[in-house]
């Protein structure tokens, strides 16, 4: 049954695509904008560090909701207490 829903969860290749595409495209059109003002060199380096401290801190926060919406999906819940039952079961 686990199995089943977790197969449904899974998001189809065409999202997957959109996703890679339409980040690549912003972060091109980003570091463009930054590559074109006219601005000092140190300027503009000191944006395209701001520009990937905000790309690492999205990864960083996307990873950590995703960590917590599955520590708590009952699936999760169910499947530890299992686990709990059957080692107990093994101890007596």
Not at 23 to 29: E, I, P
Not at 44 to 49: D, G, L, Q, S
Not at 53 to 81: P, W, Y
Request: contains cysteine.
């Amino acid at each position: 049954m686990s199995q089943h829903l977790a197969h449904l969860d899974r998001p189809t290749s065409a999202w997957v695509n959109f996703s890679y595409i339409s980040f690549a495209a912003s972060v091109l059109m980003v570091g463009g904008g930054v590559f074109a003002l006219s601005l000092d060199w140190w300027i503009r380096a000191y944006f395209a560090m701001g520009m990937g401290m905000v790309v690492q801190s999205c990864f960083t926060l996307a990873k950590t909701l995703r960590d917590l919406h599955e520590g708590n999906r009952m699936i999760n819940r169910i499947e530890e207490a299992r686990t709990e039952k059957l080692l107990s079961a093994d101890r007596t």
